[in-house]
């Protein structure tokens, strides 16, 4: 799956007739289950200041097209392809669709659930799986709000989608265990963002970051990550995948591999002295991480940023 605007995008769903429908502005299919309901939003025509509201939380991805989201009185942002929104109850937007139409589509999945089932579910975690580091919990962080999806939650969310929109006697149950993996999901995904956010000074995991930021073109070893976080080896491991949902190694090559997109910018720097320029010493191995990761390799990812 290609990586667009920095995010994994999820699976596209086939678009309605539009001369079957009533309205050309988000047009909804409902699918509906035991704790949530899934709708599918279509537009096909340029429109401003569409109010939607909802109660309960809501997540909402982008699958085509682009939306203009005005959240409360904050400035409006562009919602794409590979991302993510989450919005909690009350909470209503306006929505612009600048550049929709019968050629250029809206498409966006959108799963809403009672307040009550998110917080069941949050407490079932938090009682039966809690995180092991004994101070943070499994909870939401509505002031952010709008993040890049990562492999691990466009899976979860096209796992969900499917389900949802398939005809099995089963799917209420399956439905209910994905939910449980969705909301870790976009909790793990909401702490990544939060790195490239930059973490709170108070944050256990804020010097790890930046030491393996200052550090990747060495050999950075767990030990020294360990020493920083003041955990032990096992406990570091366990608390920091529970965070990130990445274990400490994919997290430093996910960071050489951002580092690399920004390096391949310049055109002086080869694709062999960028891969030892963070961190790698096999030029086979930083392509193929590049490519499982990107979508494509270094070469390719290259002559998309000079055509």
Known sequence: MNMMNNGYPLQ????????????????????????????????????????????????????????????????????????????????????????????????????????????HMLNFLNEYYPRKDEISEWKLNFSQYHFYNNRELANV????????????????????????????????T???AMVEDGLSANNRFATVVEYIREHLPEKIGIDVLCQKACMSKSGFFRSFKETFGLSPMEFIIRERISLAKRLLVNPSATVTEVCYQVGFNNLHYFSRLFKMLEGITPTSYRQTVFP
């Open 12 to 119: 596209t769903i086939n678009l309605s007739d539009t001369k079957k429908l009533n309205s050309l502005v988000e047009h909804r299919r409902v699918f509906n289950l035991n704790h949530c309901e899934l709708n599918i939003f279509e537009t096909y025509q340029q429109c401003s200041d569409v109010v939607l509201s909802y109660s309960g939380l809501v997540i909402t991805s982008m699958l085509r097209g682009k939306k203009v989201m005005h959240l409360s009185k904050n400035p409006g942002f562009d919602f794409l392809p590979g991302e993510t929104v989450i919005l909690p109850e009350g909470i209503s937007m306006k929505v612009d669709f600048p550049e929709a139409d019968e050629k250029h589509p809206v498409q966006c999945a959108t799963i809403a659930l009672d307040w009550d089932v998110v917080t």
């Open 157 to 188: 969310m096209n796992k969900l989608i499917s389900i949802s929109m398939e005809d099995d006697i089963a799917k209420d149950a399956l439905a209910d265990l994905t939910l449980k993996s969705l909301l870790i999901r976009v909790i793990q």
């Open 190 to 192: 909401q702490n990544m």
